[in-house]
């Protein structure tokens, strides 16, 4: 009985001893006097999104092909003889389908900062890339009901484009525009004119070169496919200007094709590689 009465007595005293200690304030020897310890506050938890969060690394350079066609061609042309017959008249152009391709070189800037940059639900981006463009068609143009020309036309283009991206995760669309210039070489056949008195000029194979300024509006979207890689589908109108195409017969010139603008209406799909 005696020893039952101990054991209880010592578990109580035990007991009490624990939860004094953990109530009573704890010391420490600072400067050579007693002071209370500071208790260390575990550091919260920090939240999942914060408003000074830093943006997401992503490559910024990319290098793309692609591949289309040429759906529609437009602008403003006339012919005008050097024989003295008077002609300078107002040509229609007959559309035709063709195919282009095309390589871009580009580097991306990220626009975006603050809250978007945290929650990443769009950023902006603005990316100036280099751009190499090939595309053929053939050309035929008409006056009053008659075929006047039937040739083909093929132009190399270099332009320099801004481009303003809406990244939105997997989808990315954009717009811009390009600057630059093109070699067009145009290749006349069976070129002819009739006008009253009515009178018939041919002109077999007659091939012409010439350099003009160039420009491009733009409107695509890309589709991320991972860190890598990208889809990108994409309109391209290609204006060319203060076109010119001598027409020559026998060696000799007997007139001129001109346009103030030549528009290409271009669809393009190609795939990009980002570094």
Known sequence: MKKSVIYFIGAALTMTSLSVADTAPQYQ?????????????????APAFRSDAAPRQEKENYVALWGG??????????????????????LSLKNQFGYAAGVKVGHTWD???????ADQSMRLQFSLEGEFIYTTADTKMKWSGYDVLDGKMDIYALTVNPIL?????TFRPYVGVGVGGALINEKANNFGVWSNP????VSDHSTNSTVVLAFQGIAGTDIVLNDSWSLFFEYKFLGLLDFKHDVTYLAQKIGKIDSNLCGNHLLAVGVKLHY
């Open 165 to 169: 991206r809406f990244d939105l995760g």
């Open 198 to 201: 009515p009178y018939n000029i």
């Open 29 to 45: 020897i600072k400067d050579g006097q007693i002071v209370p310890a500071s208790k260390s506050v575990a550091p919260a938890d």
């Open 111 to 117: 626009l975006t900062t603050g809250d978007n940059a």
């Open 69 to 90: 066609i040429n759906v529609l061609q437009d602008g403003d042309f006339r012919a005008k003889d050097s024989l003295g017959l008077g002609i300078d008249e107002k």
